[in-house]
């Protein structure tokens, strides 16, 4: 089997920006599916019966799934890399790249060197940590990640009052587009030496009301919610019409500039309302 430059485990989301972002750049690659879908390799992880004969080498693994604890984390990295260098002994351990979430950062804002919550990380955070520690991983932690069919604007359909009512208290929302992730992923590829976890978010912070009361719906559940007094003092208004929208009513939580600036690049895709998806694959 022939090797490859980038092999990505879980072609997903980010995946359809990367492997674009890679043939643009002359970047070998292989992705994996569970279906082997659109020329992709059927595999699927599966702990400690996990068969990675279907997996070329690779001198970088992007893992898009989620990694459960550190038990896992071993079967994974351990078991790739005895796999092929049973096959070729010269084989040198693979670059291992993890994208996670920033669910566990919670300190106003959070940067790279912010410690996680790991009791709101779970074994994810430890297959993480795990994963830095022993094999010297890079973990990229997403914000929100939007593009294409992913639109911020349409998640007003999730939205129930009591959702609503809850996220009125932290309005603050982070984003960040596949295509930027892809950008990160490649600057890690190309740079050996950026290692450990960092933030990675467009660096700007978003005002989640102003988004999703472009849906009617949404609007008439916040004018039911303006009937209360309490939404009334913390919203300091008793009509939609009053409600002051906009960044200057958030608070920034993540600040991603550490990984930008090691990278020596800068995020290119911003969401705007009413305005089309800036990278279009």
């Known amino acids: 089997m022939e090797q490859v ?23 070998s690659y292989a992705a994996t599916t569970t279906t082997g879908r659109d020329a992709t390799i059927k595999w699927q992880f599966s ?21 459960n604890g550190a038990t896992d984390a071993d079967h994974l990295c351990h078991g790739y ?21 920033t669910r566990a950062f919670t300190q106003t804002p959070s940067t790279k060197y912010t410690p996680p919550d790991t009791t709101l990380g779970g074994p994810r955070m430890d297959a993480e940590v795990h994963a830095i520690e022993k094999y010297n ?22 939205y129930t009052k009591d959702r609503l009512r809850t996220r009125l208290n932290d309005r603050s929302l982070h984003l960040v587009h596949g295509a930027d992730v892809a950008r990160a992923i490649l600057a890690v590829v190309r740079d050996r030496t950026i290692n450990g976890r960092w933030l990675v978010s467009d660096q700007r912070v978003y005002d989640m009301l102003q988004i999703v009361l472009c849906d009617d719906r949404v609007r ?8 209360e007094k309490d939404v009334q003092a913390l919203l300091h208004a008793t009509r939609v019409e009053d409600v002051e929208l906009g960044t200057m009513c958030v608070t920034r939580r993540v600040d991603s500039s550490h990984f930008w600036d090691r990278a020596a690049i800068q ?4 969401y705007a309302l009413d305005q089309p998806d800036p990278h279009v694959i």
């Not at 008439?220 to 009937?227: I, P, R, T």
């Open 267 to 270: 995020p290119l895709y911003v």
């Open 137 to 158: 991983a890079c973990v990229l932690n997403l914000v929100g990640l939007w593009g294409g069919a992913r639109c911020p604007r349409g998640w007003a359909r999730f």
């Open 81 to 101: 890399t005895t796999h092929h260098q049973t096959i070729c002994p010269d084989y040198t351990p693979p670059r291992w790249i993890l994208l996670g979430s």
């Open 47 to 67: 702990g400690t019966d996990t068969d990675f004969s279907a997996l070329p080498a690779a001198p970088f693994v992007v893992v898009m799934f989620p990694v």
């Open 220 to 227: 008439g559940l916040l004018s039911e919610l303006l009937e």
């Open 5 to 27: 430059q980038v092999l990505i485990l879980g072609h997903g989301f980010v995946g359809q920006y990367l492997t674009e972002l890679l043939s643009t750049n002359s970047v």
